[in-house]
Each structure stands twice: as C-alpha cells, then as structure tokens.
C-alpha cells in the first residue's frame, strides 16, 4: 500500500518506523527536520516537502498528531490533504481526538469519495517499536477492514468497536480512567511513604491485593520506585483526553463528578509544570508537596 504518514512525535516516529519496513510510505511533519532525520535513517520512505504532497498517489494517510483540531486543519483548504486525495483512498486518523470532529470530518471526506476511520491507539511508544499497539476502530466495517491492513505493523489487536466517533470515545474514556488512577496512587503513595512504610513493599503489596492497577502494576515499579521518569507521553495530552471523556458526558447527560475533578486537577497541572510535562508528573508534584520519594 502507499501511505503517507502525518506527525513524528513521540508516538508517531515509531508508527513510521514499522510502516517503512512494510509499506511504501511518505512522511510529513510540521517541524521538517524531525522528517529530513526520518529519512536519512529510512532511505526507501520518501519526504513530503508539504502536507498535500503525502496525498501523492496514496491509497491511505495516517494520521498521528496533538487533537482534532490539527488533524481537520491538515485535511482542510486548497493547500489542504483532502483536496489532493484520490476517490477511493482512506484517511486512519490514530490521534487520540474527539467523536464530534471525527464525524464532521468523515462526512466531509465521504463527500470526495474518501473514507475514514478513527483509530485511537494504547500502548505508548515502546509497544509501538515492538508491533504491539491495541487499535481501537471507528468507521465502517469496509473501511475498518482496510484499516487493518493499515495498521497492522505497528498493531497487535485491532478492534471495530463502532461508527465514526467510537474509537476515540473509547480511547478518550481509558485515558481519563488512567488519569484518575494516577492522581490516585499519587496521593496513596505519598501517605504510605511519609506513614513509614517502605515503598517497595507497599507497591508490591497493593500489586498482590485489590487497589492495583495498570499503574501501580507497570508504571509504578519502572518509572517511579526506580526515579527514571522517561517522557512518553505529554500531560497535555493526557488533560486533552480527560477533557473529552468529560464533553461526553456532558453529551450524554451522565453526571462525571470523579472525572470532572480529574479533569480540573489535570489542568491545574498543566498549568503548573507546562506543555512538556509527562503524565507522570503529578506523581512528583504530590512528592514535592508532601516532602518525600518514592522510591525503592
Ligand atoms: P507529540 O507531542 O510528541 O507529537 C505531536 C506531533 O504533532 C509532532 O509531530 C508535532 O510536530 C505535530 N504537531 C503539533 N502541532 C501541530 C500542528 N499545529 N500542525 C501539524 N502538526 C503538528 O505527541 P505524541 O506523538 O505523543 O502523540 C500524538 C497523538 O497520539 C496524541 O493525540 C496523543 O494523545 C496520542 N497518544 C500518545 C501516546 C504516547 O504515549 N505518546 C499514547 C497513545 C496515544 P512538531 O515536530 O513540529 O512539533
């Protein structure tokens, strides 16, 4: 397939990376360095000069950028991707966005004969590198099915949970469910670790009893006890996604008392430690606060 990829971050690099070994691929990103570096290490993937020329006979573009927004940006104008796609190709948008754009944007590529499939994905960066993202599908189910074939270097398991919209309203939900889990144990931890308990033993007995979780299981033990604090994965990003559990809801009409309190939290984070701050900042921040490590 020939597929032109938007968006070398920190997620998007390792995406790329196992489209260029599988597929004939195209690269774009805003800050054009980060693509000239792409290529240099990938001789066979071709540089796009500007957004529009990813279109250049391609059957798919795939998508990896901040929100929405920058995605329909991308998209939009005569400058624009859409304008320079083919009837026919697939728009695999793997931001982590929102529902209501995703389907003003899919009714706007079905207009031009262009489908369009949301496809959030969870893992991170190192499962990306390794082929092991979960991919979470909204669209139909043709355009899911060609999506898989997109995806499938970078993605483990793929799952069609819906139309247009359902894919990131999956992703944005487990992200929020992450953020108030991190602000949890941050909380949790702290206390332990100023009660005098050990925080080794602490993790590893929450890691044998009830409150464990994904964070405390994995994030916890290598980021951490250990001090390492390795940035994958903007707080921004993750206040972004919290902010669209929270619109849902306000959408549904579902009272969101514990997520809206993430939500704020969050914010005040981002303001406080900035948009390059990692989501796993608050962890330190409630440390600071409460004058201890945790460490162990
Ligand atoms: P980064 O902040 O590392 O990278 C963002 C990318 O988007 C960069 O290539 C950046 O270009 C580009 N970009 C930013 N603003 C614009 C703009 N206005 N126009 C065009 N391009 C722009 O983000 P990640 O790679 O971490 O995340 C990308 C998406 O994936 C997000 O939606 C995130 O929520 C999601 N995600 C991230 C995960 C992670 O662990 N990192 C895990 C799962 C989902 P430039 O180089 O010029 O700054």
Redesign the pocket.
């Known amino acids: 397939m020939r597929i032109g990829f ?7 690099v390792p995406m790329a990376e196992r489209l260029a070994t599988t597929h004939d691929l195209a690269v774009w ?3 054009s360095s ?1 693509a000239q570096a792409f290529v240099e290490r990938f001789p066979n993937v071709r540089l796009a000069s500007a957004a529009r020329d990813l279109a250049d006979g391609a059957d798919a573009i795939v998508t ?4 929405s927004a ?1 995605v329909e ?2 998209l939009d104008g005569p400058e624009g991707v859409l304008a320079h796609l083919r009837a026919g190709a697939l728009v695999v948008d ?4 929102d529902p209501d754009s995703s389907r003003r944007i899919a009714a706007r590529l079905a207009a031009s004969g262009v489908g369009f499939v949301d496809a ?6 190192p499962m990306a590198a390794a082929g092991q993202l979960t991919v979470m599908c909204g669209g139909t189910e043709e355009d899911v099915a060609r999506a898989r074939e997109v995806v499938a270097p970078f993605a483990a398991k793929v799952v069609h949970l819906g139309p247009v919209g359902a894919g990131h309203a999956m ?1 944005a939900v487990n992200n929020a469910l992450l953020a108030v889990n991190i602000l949890a144990l941050a909380e949790g931890l702290t206390m332990l670790t100023k009660a005098g308990i050990a925080p080794r033993e602490a993790v590893d007995v929450l890691n044998a009893s009830s409150g464990r979780s994904f964070v405390s299981e994995a994030l916890v033990p290598e980021r951490v006890l250990t001090g390492t604090w390795p940035r ?3 707080l921004a ?2 206040e ?2 919290i902010g669209i559990a929270h619109d849902l809801a306000a959408e549904l009409r579902i009272a969101d008392p514990v997520l809206a309190h993430a939500r704020e939290l969050y914010r005040m984070h981002r303001a406080s430690l900035g948009e390059s701050a990692d989501y796993l900042d608050p962890i330190r921040a409630a440390e600071a606060a409460a004058g201890v490590e945790v460490r162990g």
Do not use: H
């Not at 938007?6 to 998007?12: F, I, N, V, W």
């Not at 793997?94 to 966005?97: N, V």
């Open positions: 938007a968006g070398l971050g920190a997620l998007g990103n805003r800050t980060r990896c950028l901040p929100t920058e940006a991308l793997c931001t982590s966005g959030p994905v969870s893992g991170g960066p992703k994958m994965f903007r990003l993750l972004k996604d």
